[in-house]
């Protein structure tokens, strides 16, 4: 299995706080929709320390083909169509485990 984490921050916007909850909606609604997407789990931040990022996801794979298939998924990219209008940055960490 393949667990993939990204951890997102968001732009200073007066909107930013609607971002991060629209964010979560799409992320989350992408389970069911992509082939070999296992799970997806999401966290809005309420840590306000400097290094604080906003939002968090962890979603597991079968395998890295299948995260690499997730990465091109139409519906997928939609999703990072739009984060990239209203995201400053984010970070990203994917790791296999003994899982199958």
Known sequence: MVV???MIKFREDPEKESHI???KRRIDALV???PGLRSMETGINFAREERAMDLCLRATFDDRDALRA???HPVHLEVI???KGVAE???VVDYETGER
């Open 4 to 6: 993939h984490v990204v």
């Open 21 to 23: 909850r629209e964010a």
């Open 32 to 34: 069911g929709r992509i």
């Open 70 to 72: 997730y990465a091109v």
């Open 81 to 83: 169509e739009w984060l």
């Open 89 to 91: 940055y984010s970070k």
